[in-house]
């Protein structure tokens, strides 16, 4: 079975984390996983490791950096191959959904929690782009 090499969710809340990674390891649709609960230590890993995610899970309200400040700061990264990011929120803000629309680097934004159901189905839809 097709698998994503390395997903990278950034959420300052260390229990969604817990619960994500339990999801993650759950629907086997992945073979290494990197959470993070600071939009700057996943900027130091992105900027130093040769290995890219593919995709990036990320929440918008965290303190230090948010969401959006994160966002500012990977679009100036240089990158080859550079992730799907999708916006991993608690947010009912209209104004969130609306904000990611118009960023070109968010491919979605959808509400926590992560569901099985939803990795498997981005595994799939991935899969067949790219074939």
């Known amino acids: 079975m097709e698998k994503f090499n390395l997903l990278m969710f950034i ?13 993650a390891e759950d629907s086997n649709v992945a073979n290494n996983m990197r959470f993070f609960q600071s939009a700057n230590n996943a900027l130091d890993f992105l900027q130093t490791d040769a290995q890219n ?3 990036i899970f990320l929440d918008v309200n ?3 950096v948010n969401g959006w400040e994160f966002m500012e700061k990977f679009g100036g990264l240089n990158m080859v191959n550079r992730p799907k990011v999708i916006m991993l ?21 959808i509400n926590k929690p992560l569901t099985e159901e939803y990795l498997k189905n981005l ?3 991935t899969s067949k782009v790219a074939v």
């Open 123 to 125: 595994l799939h839809e």
């Open 89 to 109: 929120s608690t947010s009912v803000n209209p104004a969130d959904k609306m904000k990611s629309e118009e960023n070109q680097l968010i491919s979605e934004f």
């Open 62 to 64: 965290m303190p230090e």
């Open 53 to 55: 995610p593919e995709v």
């Open 11 to 23: 959420d300052d809340d260390y229990a969604t984390n817990c619960y994500h990674e339990i999801i």
